[in-house]
Antibody
């Protein structure tokens, strides 16, 4: 059974940093791209970032490029999101998502339950 | 960057009725790199359709996707009680983006 378990969310002040983690199990992790997708309260889905199987190709939404950094550790079956210079508009539930391909330009099949990030003073 | 516009924002229908959801892209979607997802309250999204018209594994055949170029449609032939949810289209060609969603609610 595929499991994606996010951690690291919380309440943080504007301008500060946070690091999200996602532990994956139930599939061959280094065969697939991984993503972060967020959803603000009562709003729609927003793709944040994706990383290919070997970290060779990475993509970011324009809204986060330069502030958020995705990475993965295939030895630990984990993907991370380093979030710097946080803004109020980054407040959302952050989902760890598995792609259906080794490349990040693809659709998704499994989603974690999410970790809440709240940016507020 | 391609922008996806979904319409209507909300669709009010009764069980057994046909639902037609639209997703319009700001540029031509080459390769039909368009997917549809369903999200129920308190749940994570579920993949319904990929490649504009291919149903994902385990998805009932009352769900069908169609379209090409800039105009895509998700059709639910006969609404079941469990189909009332929010639906998102997603482009995955040269970038990744979601539409704003269409809520299908019980009339």
């Amino acid at each position: 059974e595929v499991q994606l378990v996010e951690s690291g969310g919380g309440l943080v002040q504007p301008g500060r940093s946070l690091r999200l983690s996602c532990a994956a199990s139930g599939f061959t992790f280094d065969d697939y791209a991984m993503h972060w997708v967020r959803q603000a309260p009562g709003k729609g889905l927003e793709w944040v970032s994706g990383i290919s199987w070997n970290s060779g190709n990475i993509g970011y939404a324009d809204s986060v490029r330069g502030r958020l950094t995705i990475s993965r550790d295939n030895a630990k079956n984990s993907v991370y999101l380093q979030m710097n210079s946080l803004r109020a508009e980054d407040t959302a539930l952050y989902y760890c998502v598995k792609g259906l391909s080794s490349t990040w330009l693809y659709y998704f099949d499994y989603w974690g339950q999410g970790t809440q990030v709240t940016v507020s003073s | 960057e391609i922008v996806l516009t979904q319409s209507p924002g909300t669709l009010s229908l009764s069980p057994g009725e046909r639902a037609t959801l639209s997703c319009r892209a700001s540029q031509i979607v080459s390769g039909n790199y368009l997917a549809w997802y369903q999200q129920k309250p308190g749940q994570t999204p579920r993949l319904l359709v990929y490649g504009a018209s291919s149903r994902a594994t385990g998805i009932p055949d009352r769900f069908s996707g169609s379209g090409s170029g800039t105009d895509f449609t998700l059709t639910i032939s006969r609404l079941e009680p469990e189909d009332f949810a929010v639906y998102y289209c997603q482009y995955y060609g040269s970038s990744l983006t979601f539409g704003g969603g269409t809520k299908v609610e019980i009339k």
